[in-house]
Every structure is written in structure tokens, then in C-alpha cells.
């Protein structure tokens, strides 16, 4: 499975739900607080910037917003919110493609950095960050803790989420740090829907050393957009990374 098989037409039109998931105000809410109180009144930009999920409540926030994204179906949603003139989005990958001007934030939300499948485009995205940012900007990755702990011996997979009408599953491949979230849907018939995304997951340590490999150092880490303590039992973290100001 690659990104443009992944983020088609279909799973553009499925992905916005307003008032509940990820777009519940309780989720979105604190995160466009958090950046638009990070970009300091300078312009942000957002590797893959999807439907605009952030970027659009963050751009009524009075932040410039611009955004690269990979998927055209998912640009084509976007544009049913907001127009090129109001949030600027480049056709590529977050890892290399390029955005006009500079930045006093860039950032990464929901896991996404996960999408990229290997360490090289995972550090190159480290890079790419880097030189969009202007002295003293800031990097912010949302990012799921692995549930490695979570597995017995001999057992490959686990149930992150249960409730009526969906069960999230996730199966490592440890050797390869590699993971297939299967998301599967279903009402009172026989039948159910099932999509599946691939990712390479990454320890928070690990993560901080990409940064220091693209002259970054760790700002701060929290458990969520909130504030909330990191520890060892959470099981997300936003992390903001800083370019020094001089």
C-alpha cells in the first residue's frame, strides 16, 4: 500500500466528521489553541495538511496557513472549506517538497510523520522542517507511543479500540518497526468494512535524535495539546521542537 492508494478519493469524502473522532471540539480545540499560541504571530506551515482539519480553524485564528499535502482528493476536500487564496497548499511529500517563504512553526499532527515508512524519510522530514524555519522556530509532532508492552510472547497484534460499530486493531512487525492499523466498521448486518493504514513507528528518543540531527533541540513534551504530564504510561505525546535563535 503506498500514500496515493491509501488517501484516495474515497477515503476523502469519508474523512471529515464534524463534531466527533478527531474532530471533536475537545480534540481540535486545544491543538489549534496550542499552535496558533506557537506560531507567535508568524506563518505557519503544515506537512500533509489533509482536509484541513487544523489548518482551517488555525488560518480563523488569524495565523497564515499554508500546507503540502500528497493526496489531490484530499486537497479537492480541502477547497470545499477553504480557497487557495486563504490557505496555499504544495502538491508533494512532507519529507522534501518545498513551501515559498519562511516559518515561525511547522507542524505534524495524528501520527502522520508515522506515514513516512523508512528512518531516512522520517530524518529527511527532520530536514525538510529545518529549512522552511526561521531562527528560534518550532517543529511540533503529535505522535502515538508504541503499545509494544501490550504484546505477549508469540502474539503479533492488538486491540487499541472497541465500541459499537468499530474495533481498531494494530499488527507489528518488530523487526522492521513497522505497523498495519486495520480499522474495521460495521453495523447490524453481516457484513464489515475494513481500511488499513501502514506506518513506522518511532520511540520518542529516537525522535529527539532526528531532530538533533536537523539542529533542533526538545522544547517541551507533553502527554496532549492540554499541558498534561508525559509519562511512561502515556500513550501520545505532542513534542515541540526548536531551532536555536541564533
Known amino acids: 500500500m503506498n500514500q496515493e492508494e491509501i488517501w484516495d478519493v474515497d477515503a476523502a469524502q469519508r474523512y471529515d466528521t464534524p463534531g466527533t473522532g478527531m474532530f471533536a471540539s475537545e480534540i481540535l480545540e486545544p491543538a489549534v489553541d496550542r499552535l496558533a ?20 480553524p488555525l488560518a480563523g485564528r488569524g495565523v497564515p496557513v499554508t500546507g503540502i499535502e500528497l493526496s489531490l482528493p484530499m486537497i479537492r476536500q480541502l477547497r470545499t472549506r477553504a480557497d487557495e487564496a486563504t490557505i496555499p497548499v504544495i502538491v508533494g ?3 522534501t517538497s518545498v513551501a515559498p517563504g519562511e516559518y515561525t512553526l511547522v507542524y505534524l499532527v495524528y501520527n502522520t510523520i508515522s506515514n513516512l515508512l523508512t528512518q531516512a524519510e522520517q530524518v529527511e522530514c527532520f530536514g525538510n522542517a529545518a529549512r522552511h524555519l526561521e531562527p528560534g522556530g518550532r517543529f511540533v509532532i503529535e505522535l502515538w507511543v508504541p503499545e509494544l508492552r501490550k504484546l505477549p510472547p ?3 497484534g492488538t486491540v487499541w479500540q472497541a465500541e459499537p460499530g468499530y474495533i481498531g486493531l494494530d499488527t507489528y512487525d518488530v523487526l522492521r518497526q513497522h505497523v498495519v492499523s486495520h480499522h474495521f466498521r460495521f453495523d447490524d448486518s453481516k457484513e464489515a468494512r475494513l481500511t488499513r493504514s501502514p506506518h513506522r513507528y518511532i520511540w520518542p528518543a529516537e525522535l529527539d535524535l532526528m531532530a538533533q540531527l536537523a539542529g533542533f533541540e526538545l522544547e517541551t ?16 505525546h505532542v513534542s515541540v521542537y526548536r531551532i536555536p535563535p541564533s
Open 37 to 56: 499560541e506557537l506560531a507567535g504571530g508568524g506563518a505557519a506551515l503544515e506537512f500533509a495538511i489533509g482536509t484541513g482539519r487544523v489548518a482551517v
Open 154 to 156: 508469540g502474539q503479533t
Open 93 to 95: 511529500d512532507m519529507a
Open 221 to 236: 513534551r507533553h502527554a496532549d495539546w492540554s499541558g498534561a504530564e508525559f509519562t511512561a504510561e502515556s500513550r501520545s
